[in-house]
């Protein structure tokens, strides 16, 4: 895991958790509030079971004989347990038909949330991401908010509600045993919680950012299996995975170890509190002090009380375990990025292509100096510019910083007059049509891919936006043409038709403002050449910025801009930078030319 990976969960409080919490549970509040209210009437009913068994009991004892005869007292309180029992039960069924809708309803809202933050987080983020360890952690995080709510929902409410009115009943009708079982269960609480936080938490935290780690080895070595292939080290990942997965079992074992003797602990001072309660209540039963009803009364409270608490003990470690492994998706949720829109941003209606910058300073976080000191550029409305330079020049970051990828750190950029701080990321993206080196395709239809940027195009506008881009007659051999799945990232296309499908969705999206990033370097040179004619079409009348690093396929763009170190220290035609005697341009053009290297 990255640095920023390992650092992010010391950020999430309790009071993120709560925060977290409570957005999702008020955006159905009245399903919240109706579970809640049917569980703690459902546990008041339930709480009454162990006095009307403690009744039954002495009506019992008290030799009186039982008729059906509505006077008849065994009768009326065998039925009274029977209603309050039915009671319970039917109240029960209501709640949990109400709370799965809450609870899935907020398990929904979380998925399509956390996917829609990450989305949008910067590139610097996702650079720093291992995107199945990314996966890995809303899933989990998903599920341990289900846990987190079952927990609260399903035990500790009912808990709480159901001591409340046991030991309130035990208080009114034996104050000793009551006092007792009340001073028993706050130890039993306390120690409880204390095992939790102290002793299971670190350890649960420690097998979460294991089971990171182990998705994120797996997405990562799964995805890159081709390179695994090439060169024969099947046996090495597996090794290296290995290695992984054992620091995963040993912190993994510990918790889970470490979680049963805390269960043990509960379980001993759980009997402590039956021989307590037990042995207090024979001894008053000895005096003459209760009846034989009480004592029953005392036993089956024992019983209900020791169930609860039982499970809120083992609760309260899955409560735990459950914030642990929500701490990833709590971040994501809490998390700001350093590039939103601003308040208030507007649309970007861009028509012109119109890119001007004006005095920008901008450095890459933890770089020493800026690349761009008071840099200013104009590049006119339908001009096709081309970038050249060596590595780290600055021309990708020019392009990334037209897309907003980055927000500068001084000046503004201009497109169409509008500073693209001030209008809406997501106008400003749907702007620009980019075809990059190596296109990424969805493991989607190809049409699908195609129509990605203008998903409501018909057939027909598909078709021949593969066409222009010559993606068509390759397409229509696939056994199942537009319809193919064309494999994770586009694995099932060669390098040149995925290019060509890239391509074919810039055509389509029919942007002001085309990002062509050494867009024909993967095509044979008949190809090139059909999609280089396609892309003359494609560039008339829309601003184009070419980042080229083969400088034969820039000789027609209406100007070229050489960049060296965040400065433009050249721009002209090819013809006349070829030309021009001791130009970076023309030493860049003769040593790709001529084959030549060194000075």
Known sequence: MTQTENQHTETVTRKDILAFTWYYWRQNKKLLFSSYLLIILAVVADSFFPILVGNLIDSVTQEIRFTLSWNNPILKTFLLFLVVQATYHLLRYITYIIWIKFNVSSLYSILNDSLYKVQIFSTDWHANSFAGGTVRKITRGMWAFNAYDHVIFGYICPTLVMLIVVIGLLLIKLPTIGLLTL??????????????????????????????????????????NSTVKSFG???????????????????????????????????????????????????????????????????????????????????????????????????????????????GALPLFSTKGHIAFQQVDFSYEGQSGALYKEFSLTIKSGEHVALVGPSGSGKSTFVKLVQRLYDVQGGEILIDGHNIAHVTQRSLRQTIALVPQDPILFHRPLADNIAYGRPEATQDEIMEAAKQAYAHDFISTLPQGYDTLVGERGVKLSGGERQRVAIARAILADSSILILDEATSSLDSVSEHEVQKALTTLTQGKTTITIAHR?????????????????????????????????????????????????
């Not at 939790?196 to 294991?210: D, E, G, H, Q, T």
């Not at 620091?247 to 379980?267: G, H, M, Y």
């Not at 013809?575 to 021009?580: M, Q």
């Open 183 to 224: 001073a028993i269960v706050c130890i039993y609480i306390g120690i409880s919680v204390f095992l939790s936080i102290v002793i299971l938490a670190p350890r649960f935290i420690k097998s979460a950012y294991r089971d990171t780690q182990v998705g994120s080895f797996l997405a990562d070595s799964i995805t890159a």
């Open 233 to 343: 080290r099947e046996q090495e990942e597996s090794h290296s995975f290995l290695g992984i997965t054992q620091k995963w079992k040993i912190e993994t074992i510990s918790a889970w170890q470490t979680n049963q003797l805390v269960d043990f602990v509960r379980r001993l001072m759980a009997w402590g509190m039956m021989g307590a309660m037990l042995f207090t209540a024979l001894c008053l039963w000895e005096k003459g002090e209760v009846s034989a009803g009480d004592v029953v009364f005392v036993i089956t409270s024992y019983l209900v009380i020791s169930a609860y608490l039982r499970n809120i003990g083992e609760q309260i470690s899955n409560l735990q375990k459950a914030i642990s492994e929500m701490e990833d998706v709590i971040y994501f949720w809490k998390r700001e990025d350093k590039v939103k829109d601003q308040k």
């Open 551 to 599: 400088l034969a396929t820039i000789k027609a763009v209406d100007r070229i801009l050489v960049f060296e170190k965040g400065r433009i220290v050249e721009q002209g035609t090819h013809d006349v930078l070829v030309v021009t005697e001791g130009s970076h341009y023309k030493r860049l053009f003769e040593m790709q030319a001529l084959d030549l290297v060194g000075e």
